[in-house]
């Protein structure tokens, strides 16, 4: 593997490729003496007016709809139609190129191959770079699928989820960042910022509390607005400060008793209001449920309109500006926050290519690769069993179908990577079955052990039968069970027990054999009955096209495993909010109404936890977890030292961080706060990923993010930090403060 600098120079020099499109390649631009508007020393405000002075009626209602082209079957769809997620037709007379949308977060999608050939790199799952907790990580991740989606002919990615995880079980968290606002929210804002690095477009969503995925449809989610600000909306706030996406997307669920995308509270008053958001929001794919009321309340595209029950805001939008319904100021403002995303994320002066562009998969590969080896989270490790030794003369490795690849998540993330697909379940029914199958990228951890233990025997066990995998076991100098958990956008998994067997299999090899590590290929946290007997852990995610790679090189200790628990590990599941999925008694009572998400009875989630999601509620709750948020062990050793603390307007913190151990590895020491009065759970405030040789010493400094440390007074409208004594730690988790001391606040209000 090539040096992380040889492999960022080698990214760079794609993205600049691709930035720089030749003209050959690309749609004419148009003249700034012709277009105005075409003059990019203006500011994109200001070309966005003049561009929408010129518009006609038809032009403007053109841009507010856009078409989701495997399903575009009406004769006035554009004929360019690439398979994808969606099409906003190019107006050539004003320069204005199309918008051609591509799922999205994890790399160019292609879920059920529609698109017959076309491949792209994976990256792990979402929670595996959060785990990573390095927002320039994020930032290259992101500039590295963006260049892909360019050179693919987009120039719209649908990314940027950041919906927190509330429920250890939501089918779609492994798209997600994680339980806390500040990192999810930084990640999030640094992936979106790479994607747009390449002129093209990063959505932001699902806005908000997309929570879970049985009821996505129909569910209302019930929160304060305190907590709500608190919470989810701090994460979304921090992104889009951070990302600048060119557009928001709303989500299907209810919040408050209004409809995402027609919720005047969400998109006027704080999307656009309170934070002063120029972009435009889209609506998910079938989320629209209303013409005047939606473009009303906010909604400025309806989005790949077939998978609506009407084409809302085609003939009757027309209709509703001609009959005085709607304002044609309104209407102005939709178009005008359309033009301002594309040409603040540079898509105006890039249009997308002709022709599908080379593509250095090689390069791309080691990207997702160093996501995976920097998320993989060493959970335990008893007795040093790991990093294995490369002299080791027998190795069993045994399920997961670790022979041939690693599982990934199902749903719009889907990636179809390079190297194809070495295992594919289709779905035998389910609201998932139409455009999901159980998908494994080729990238064999078995292929890849063999490769670093070149003299050591190593077998492969499926796992289907405990005693024979047990038996197998036995002698060994290291037993590897390959543990996985399935889970996929529009379905909630009933439980966060490991499916099938695999409780009982690794129970029986770890009887067998006392030297078992397992490796975790899940959706996120999973239920461990055995925990007690198995000394080494990994929590490998879904880790994307090098994923076993990345994980034999874990295993040997190529890499020192630094990547941190995004998420807390329950220890069981009552300790949870909600133990069960709201909605799935409704799925499990009558298995046909299971089959269409929208069949479900709208119910309420009234989440009772309020802003202390995760870590924050297993504080006030008094529960002790599996394993913490923040969770995570190196094969070294680091120590914090000499805390300072600095108090007063804002609050800072600086230490001494050493390893102490005869490896070179990173750490991530993490900032938290809480008032002195206990009157609140802790809170994430600050944090850094810091690599250092064996033996060396930095002084790391934290500053907190303000309105982590404050509450939201809603007769105020304004974030406020309480005057008086603040209990600070510097953490190696959420559970172990190292360092603690008190500082002195005064009082302090910030903007919504």
Same mark, same amino acid.
């Not at 603390?645 to 993490?670: H, M, Y």
């Given at each position: 593997m090539q040096s992380s600098?040889?492999?960022?120079?080698?990214?760079?020099?794609? @993205?600049?490729?691709?930035?720089? =499109?030749?003209?050959? *390649?690309?749609?004419?631009? =148009?003249?700034?003496?012709?277009?105005?508007?075409?003059?990019?020393?203006?500011?994109?405000? %200001?070309?966005?007016?003049?561009?929408?002075?010129?518009?006609?009626l038809e032009e403007k209602l053109a841009l507010v709809y856009t078409w989701f082209p495997p399903m575009a079957k009406d004769p006035a769809a554009p004929t360019d139609l690439i398979p994808s997620a969606g099409h906003q037709p190019a107006i050539p007379r004003l320069g204005i190129p199309a918008l051609r949308e591509t799922d999205a977060s994890l790399g160019v999608a292609n879920q059920v191959e529609q698109r017959k050939g076309d491949v792209a790199t994976a990256l792990p799952s979402g929670l595996a770079l959060a785990a990573s907790f390095d927002p320039q990580l994020a930032f290259q991740s992101g500039a590295m699928i963006g260049s892909e989606a360019r050179a693919k002919r987009f120039n719209v990615m649908l990314a940027g989820g950041v919906n927190l995880t509330r429920d250890p079980w939501g089918g779609r968290n492994f798209e997600y960042l994680g339980e806390d606002p500040l990192l999810a929210g930084t990640i999030a804002g640094e992936s979106i910022r790479g994607i747009q690095s390449n002129r093209i477009v990063s959505t932001i969503k699902h806005f908000a509390l997309n929570a879970q995925e049985t009821g996505r449809f129909v569910m209302d989610a019930r929160i304060d607005e305190a907590a709500f600000r608190e919470s989810d909306l701090l994460a979304f706030r921090i992104a889009i400060e951070r990302g600048q996406p060119g557009s928001v997307m709303c989500a299907y669920n209810r919040v408050n008793g209004d409809y995402a995308c027609e919720n005047d509270w969400l998109l006027n008053r704080v999307l656009k209001g309170d934070w002063g958001y120029r972009g435009w929001v889209m609506s998910d794919w079938g989320a629209v449920h209303s013409t005047v009321k939606a473009a009303r309340t906010g909604l400025d595209q309806q989005s790949g309109g077939e998978l609506d029950t009407h084409p809302f805001f085609r003939a009757d939008l027309r209709k509703a500006i001609e009959r005085g319904e709607l304002p044609k100021a309104r209407l102005d403002d939709m178009v005008r926050r359309i033009l301002f995303g594309s040409f603040s994320t540079g898509v105006m002066d890039a249009p997308v290519v002709d022709a599908p562009q080379s593509i250095d998969y090689a390069g791309n590969a080691e990207v997702a690769q160093r996501a995976a080896e920097a998320g993989i989270v060493l959970l335990k490790n008893e007795r040093g069993i790991l990093p294995l030794a490369k002299t080791a003369k027998r190795i069993v490795l045994i399920g997961g179908h670790a022979d041939v690849g690693v599982l990934s998540g199902g749903g719009s993330s889907q990636v179809r990577s390079v190297g194809g697909a070495p295992v594919e379940i289709p779905l035998t029914g389910g609201p998932a079955a139409s455009f999901v199958r159980r998908t494994w990228h080729a990238s064999s951890p078995l292929n890849a052990i063999r490769a670093l233990a070149p003299r050591a025997q190593v077998q492969f066990i499926d796992g289907s039968d405990p005693a024979a995998a047990a038996a197998a076991a036995r002698g060994a100098d290291l037993a590897i069970v390959v543990a996985t958990q399935w889970t996929t956008e529009a379905e909630d998994p009933e439980s966060i027990a490991l499916e099938g067997n695999q409780d009982a299999l690794i129970a029986a090899v770890a009887t067998a054999n006392s030297k078992t590590a397992v490796v975790l290929t899940t959706a996120g946290p999973v239920l461990m009955p055995w925990i007690d007997r198995v000394p080494a852990v990994l929590a490998a995610w879904y880790p994307g096209q090098r994923g076993g790679e990345a994980i034999a090189r874990v295993l040997f200790g190529e890499v020192n495993p630094s990547g941190r628990l995004p998420i807390t590990f329950p220890a069981a599941t009552a300790q949870a909010p909600r133990p069960q999925v709201p909605g799935m008694e409704q799925v499990l009572a009558d298995p046909k109404r299971g089959e269409d998400a929208r069949a479900i009875k709208p119910f309420e989630v009234q989440y009772r936890e309020g802003s202390d999601v995760g870590y924050r509620w297993y504080a006030r709750q008094g529960h002790t977890p599996l394993f913490a948020f923040g969770h995570g062990l190196s094969y070294t050793r680091f120590d914090y030292t000499k805390l300072?603390?600095?108090?007063?307007?804002?609050?800072?913190?600086?230490?001494?961080?050493?390893? #102490?151990?005869?490896? *070179?590895?990173?750490?991530?020491?993490?900032?938290? =706060? %809480?008032?002195?009065?206990? %009157? #609140?759970?802790? #809170?994430?405030?600050?944090?850094? #990923?810091v690599t250092l040789a064996p033996g060396e010493t930095r002084r790391v400094t934290?500053? *907190?993010?303000?309105?982590?440390?404050?509450?939201?007074? =809603?007769?105020?409208?304004?974030?406020? @930090? *309480?005057?008086?004594?603040?209990?600070?730690s510097v953490s190696r988790d959420a559970a172990q403060p190292v360092l603690t001391g008190t500082t002195e606040l005064r009082e302090r209000r910030l903007a919504p």
């Open positions: 600098l040889a492999s960022a120079a080698r990214l760079w020099a794609t @993205i600049a490729m691709f930035a720089a =499109v030749p003209a050959h *390649a690309q749609q004419s631009p =148009v003249s700034p003496a012709a277009h105005p508007w075409a003059d990019a020393t203006l500011s994109p405000a %200001a070309r966005a007016e003049m561009l929408l002075a010129a518009m006609t300072r603390i600095e108090g007063g307007d804002s609050l800072k913190v600086s230490f001494e961080i050493t390893n #102490r151990g005869k490896r *070179a590895g990173a750490d991530v020491p993490q900032l938290y =706060v %809480a008032p002195r009065d206990g %009157a #609140r759970p802790l #809170r994430l405030a600050g944090f850094e #990923r934290l500053t *907190a993010e303000p309105r982590v440390i404050a509450d939201y007074d =809603v007769a105020g409208a304004s974030y406020r @930090i *309480a005057p008086g004594i603040w209990r600070v």
